[in-house]
T-cell receptor, first 116, second 114 residues
């Protein structure tokens, strides 16, 4: 079975603050993929990143960075110098290729509110 | 990556009626998925739809309530049958791309049942 936990249901920050969204996952498989998606108020899911289990390199994309640590089964997401446009619900998701087949399992989501 | 056109984007429906949601993909994909997102909640997989076979439903979802068609590798429909206010949700289709294990989502259908 696979599971994703996003312990932070809501985070509120003031613009220009840095914020980290936590994601902890569970899987028995050695081969799996981790994802982050952004869901703005309009409802669509915007893909942010995919990471496979064999690549523990951290990634930076502009103001976004991701810290993947297999030792703690975590895939945390940091927004540097947050902006009001970053306000959205962020989902961490997992696809492990063993028992779960092809399904994508989502965490509960973290609602980020960035205030001006 | 694949581009998905999902229709309708939103609808308000009377209880007891049915709504069919369509997803058109701009390339052939083997696997399509349908998700439900209840208000303030995360996404829950309803079923996996493969072309040429019956959809596989997750626990808690049944074919009579959520019939799915997958006539070819670029198109699928999900019907929400005999709707009640509890069916008010966002419904999203998704495809998995075999080339890079990425998942693309449609823009969602925001359904309100009154």
């Amino acid at each position: 079975a696979q599971k994703v936990t996003q312990a932070q249901t809501e985070i509120s920050v003031v613009e220009k603050e840095d914020v980290t969204l936590d994601c902890v996952y569970e899987t028995r498989d050695t081969t799996y993929y981790l994802f982050w998606y952004k869901q703005p108020p309009s409802g669509e899911l915007v893909f942010l990143i995919r990471r496979n289990s064999f690549d523990e390199q951290n990634e930076i994309s502009g103001r976004y960075s991701w810290n993947f640590q297999k030792s703690t089964s975590s895939f945390n997401f940091t927004i540097t110098a947050s902006q009001v446009v970053d306000s959205a619900v962020y989902f961490c998701a997992l696809n492990s290729l063993g028992d779960a087949g092809n399904m994508l399992t989502f965490g509960g989501g973290t609602r980020l509110m960035v205030k001006p | 990556s694949a581009v998905i056109s999902q229709k309708p984007s939103r609808d308000i429906c009377q209880r007891g009626t049915s709504l069919t949601i369509q997803c058109q993909v701009d390339s052939q994909v083997t696997m399509m998925f349908w998700y439900r997102q209840q208000p303030g909640q995360s996404l829950t997989l309803i079923a996996t739809a493969n072309q040429g076979s019956e959809a596989t439903y997750e626990s808690g979802f049944v074919i009579d309530k959520f019939p799915i068609s997958r006539p070819n590798l670029t198109f699928s429909t999900l019907t929400v049958s005999n709707m009640s206010p509890e069916d008010s949700s966002i419904y999203l289709c998704s495809v998995r791309q075999a080339s890079n294990y990425g998942y693309t989502f449609g823009s969602g259908t925001r359904l309100t049942v009154v």
